[in-house]
Structures are given as structure tokens and as C-alpha cells.
T-cell receptor
Framework: SQTIHQWPATLVQPVGSPLSLECTVE??????LYWYRQAAGRGLQLLFY??????ISSEVPQNLSASRPQDRQFILSSKKLLLSDSGFYLC??????????FGSGTRLTVV | GQNIDQPTEMTATEGAIVQINCTYQ??????LFWYQQHAGEAPTFLSY????GLEEKGRFSSFLSRSKGYSYLLLKELQMKDSASYLC????????????FGAGTRLAVHP
């Protein structure tokens, strides 16, 4: 079966520290992968998407970067976190004609 | 450009019917999705409309009018567990199935 894993579930990080969030997909090959962020009480903002290994497109210029070192692995990173990076980060893959399947999300609090 | 609008909040009574509206403006249309998101959780797929008309799925139905750029989600026989945010989304016409989300409608169901 096809599943998507995302970790960690929660993270509290100090300002200026680095960040690495990982997402992996099982049961499919060459998926389109996406990173979204959801600020408290707000909608989902598309951050990055990838259509293949090493291919990353950025939607919003900011303090974050993404990488896709393997076909089913998508990583969101930052070298130095800002307070404004706090939010709920969601990884998703384009599972079918029925939109996305989302990972369980990472709630990041930058303090 | 793309723009998706939906009401911020709605309240309803258990057992009642509620309609959540969504209007969209896109340079190309590739379907309209509805997702449900409980607090602190990832969104889950509810419905997908690409043709005009009503699609019924148990207690939930979704309607689309492409000429009016309008959709609604109809929830019948409301239950307390239906308290959640409902997100309207449409694929970006630029390709790669990038979903653009509305800000979501927070529905509170009261006894």
C-alpha cells in the first residue's frame, strides 16, 4: 500500500538553530512531492515542490530550502530558524487524480 | 493569477444541514477539491469535482458550477465530529498538480 511518513511530529527549536524535516513515501515511484506550511489559523501555503530526484521548485523565497536526495525522500531544511518559521509543516504527494495525500505533519515552534 | 475564497467561520447545530461556499478565480481550471482538517491534524480528502453538478457521498455532497467559479460542500445530519476546518483547493494551472488552497472554513457544530 501507499503511505507517507513525516517526522518529527513536534519540534521546539531556538531562533538561529538549524532545521531538518524529513518525509518519505512508500509504495510508489517517482511521485510529485510537496512541502506546505500552515500558520496558526491560516490556510496552507505551498513552499516547495519536486517532480524528481534533485529537482526542486521554490514557491516562496524565504529562509527555507528543500532537497530530494532519493526518489521517495523529501527534506525541508533551514540553516538559521526565525520566529516567523513557526507553523505546521505538511508533506504531501500527488497520489492520484484525487489530489494529495498528506503526511501527519510537524508542528514547529521557534522560541 | 489564482484566488480561492471561502468564509472564515460557520456554526451549526447537531443534526442540521450546512453549506460551505467556495469561489475561485483561476486562469485555467483543473477541478475543485474539498478537504477536511481537524485541529492539529493533516487534511484528508473529501471530494473532487471537475464537471458541473452535484456529487454525493453519504452525508457529504459537493457541487460545482464552472461558469460561475463556484462550489459548495453540503454536510447533512451534522455530527459533533464534523467540527473541523474545510478547505477548498484547486490545481494551479501552471502544471505539476500544485494545489492552491483557500484559507479554510472553520465549522463548529453545537449540540
Amino acid at each position: 500500500s501507499q503511505t507517507i511518513h513525516q517526522w518529527p511530529a513536534t519540534l521546539v527549536q531556538p531562533v538561529g538553530s538549524p532545521l531538518s524535516l524529513e518525509c518519505t513515501v512508500e509504495g510508489t515511484s517517482n511521485p510529485n512531492l510537496y512541502w506546505y506550511r500552515q500558520a496558526a489559523g491560516r490556510g496552507l501555503q505551498l513552499l516547495f515542490y519536486s517532480v524528481g530526484i534533485g529537482q526542486i521548485s521554490s514557491e516562496v523565497p524565504q529562509n527555507l530550502s528543500a532537497s530530494r536526495p532519493q526518489d521517495r525522500q523529501f527534506i525541508l531544511s533551514s540553516k538559521k530558524l526565525l520566529l516567523s518559521d513557526s507553523g505546521f509543516y505538511l508533506c504531501a504527494w500527488d497520489s492520484s487524480n484525487y489530489g494529495y495525500t498528506f503526511g501527519s505533519g510537524t508542528r514547529l515552534t521557534v522560541v | 493569477g489564482q484566488n480561492i475564497d471561502q468564509p472564515t467561520e460557520m456554526t451549526a447545530t447537531e443534526g442540521a444541514i450546512v453549506q460551505i461556499n467556495c469561489t475561485y478565480q483561476t486562469s485555467g481550471f483543473n477541478g475543485l477539491f474539498w478537504y477536511q482538517q481537524h485541529a492539529g491534524e493533516a487534511p484528508t480528502f473529501l471530494s473532487y469535482n471537475v464537471l458541473d453538478g452535484l456529487e454525493e457521498k453519504g452525508r457529504f455532497s459537493s457541487f460545482l458550477s464552472r461558469s460561475k467559479g463556484y462550489s459548495y460542500l453540503l454536510l447533512k445530519e451534522l455530527q459533533m465530529k464534523d467540527s473541523a476546518s474545510y478547505l477548498c483547493a484547486s490545481p494551479f494551472s501552471g502544471g505539476y498538480n500544485k494545489l492552491i488552497f483557500g484559507a479554510g472554513t472553520r465549522l463548529a457544530v453545537h449540540p
